[in-house]
């Protein structure tokens, strides 16, 4: 109960203090402010459900097969944590683990990105007015020249009991390595690869409005932004056409601090350098360039929203995540043939499709390798629902009623001669 009051205050103190915290995001990490803002209300929601799942870490009693015992299950803290968190969202992603870890009874470290320290601190500072203990809640910053140093001691260091990291693939499989000496528990949510497969029978508007969403939320920039677009024949020509003056119309580029800009600048330059390497590699290979494109007049960092046709599956922007405003469309026949192509990443955290036909979507849901889809729908994340992929894409889940098992050790107790 002391844990679920200090989480609910930690969380009202978020909630007064929104303003700011959205603007300390948009100054930071670049997103537009109204994300930002959305962010903020999305982080403090972990607090408020894990405030209440504090009190509902429930034990077992198991029927016995010898008449002289009892057995028991209880549920204790694993210990502390190391919490690892990317720069696309600063807040969000610190609470959805530090939430489930302090209600389960854990103290935690962070790691904030280099790019993206203030959040964590910002956060730090209100977890002290809520009356969270000194200690409980610590924050290391670090440069990006210290990173692999600090990364490797938590991962390492006996005391530390959890690691939960949120990022690339490639930096999940070092930490991980580093973790096993120490057998210690992970989570990891890695790199994704999005399909987003667009069926005949689909509502072609209602698809437009979910690929703006789910592309280019963030310019790009989030885990769970498609990454493919797969689009069947028989709409695939009124689909771009929509999607490309739906991208003009409804996209902004701008300061995000400036109410109308929709897409801020990109993380750095070698972020925007990555988005140019894979349109130059597509448009070398026979992609057309339907919108955008090219960097934008208001700075190096700043990139045109960009939509681009004949793509095929042996182009980089649909053999890597891109991490950026970059929609590639590739055009397929049969339900069979889009399966395949969304299923031949060896990474599967989100996938999304649009269809009308029951047996149809049925049948995709089940198929899709990934650990999170969206049918008919362009955004997913909610604190009700647990976040988390498959393959390469991690290991664990995060939010909803599972994410504080993640933090928890069942422990059996056998009472004999009774």
Do not use: D, E, Y
């Given at each position: 109960q002391e844990r679920s009051v200090r989480l609910r205050r930690w969380y009202e103190l978020m909630m007064e203090n929104k303003e700011e915290l959205a603007r300390i995001i948009t100054a930071e990490n670049g997103k537009p402010l109204k994300e930002a803002q959305g962010e903020i209300l999305y982080s403090a929601s972990f607090l408020e459900w894990f405030a209440e799942e504090a009190r509902r870490v429930y034990g077992d009693i198991i029927p016995a097969s010898a008449k002289d015992r009892r057995m028991l299950?209880?549920?204790?803290?694993?210990?502390?944590?190391?919490?690892?968190?990317?720069?696309?969202?600063?807040?969000?992603?610190?609470?959805?683990?530090?939430?489930?870890?302090?209600?389960?009874g854990c103290t935690v470290v962070v790691k904030p990105a280099e790019d993206t320290p203030l959040s964590a601190l910002a956060l730090g500072e209100l977890a002290n007015q809520a009356g969270i203990p000194g200690g409980v809640y610590n924050v290391v910053p670090c440069s990006r020249q210290q990173t692999p140093a600090v990364g490797e001691v938590l991962c390492t260091d006996p005391l530390v009991a959890k690691i939960s990291f949120t990022g690339s693939t490639a930096t999940g499989k070092v930490l991980l390595k580093h973790a096993a000496g120490t057998v210690k528990r992970v989570s990891m949510e890695l790199g994704g690869h999005a399909p987003f497969i667009v069926f005949d029978s689909a509502n072609v508007d209602r698809a437009i409005a979910g690929a703006l969403a789910s592309k280019y939320r963030n310019s790009g920039q989030t885990c769970v932004c498609t990454n493919r677009f797969l689009v069947q024949k028989g709409i695939h020509d009124q689909f771009v056409e929509k999607f490309a003056k739906a991208i003009e119309r409804e996209l902004h580029v701008g300061s995000g601090f400036d109410a109308k800009t929709t897409q801020g600048p990109l993380i750095n330059e070698k972020a925007v350098e990555k988005v140019e390497r894979h349109i130059n590699d597509a448009v070398s290979q026979g992609a057309s360039v339907v919108t955008g494109g090219k960097r934008h007049s208001l700075g190096k960092n700043f990139f045109e929203p960009t939509l681009l046709s004949n793509v095929t599956t042996k182009m980089l922007c649909t053999q890597e995540e891109t991490f950026g405003p970059l929609a590639p469309v590739i055009k397929f026949e049969t339900e069979a043939e889009a399966i395949a192509i969304a299923n031949a990443a060896n990474v599967g955290l989100a996938g999304y499709f649009y269809s009308q036909d029951p047996a149809q979507i049925w049948r995709v849901a089940e198929q899709l390798e990934v650990g999170m889809v969206g049918v008919n729908e362009g955004i997913i994340s909610s604190v009700e629902g647990p976040f988390g992929g498959v393959k390469e894409s991690g290991l664990g889940r995060e939010g909803s009623k599972y994410g504080i098992d993640e933090y928890l050790e069942i422990k059996y107790i056998c009472f004999g001669g009774l």
């Open positions: 299950v209880l549920k204790q803290p694993v210990g502390v944590a190391a919490i690892i968190t990317p720069w696309n969202f600063p807040s969000a992603m610190i609470t959805r683990k530090v939430g489930a870890a302090l209600a389960a």
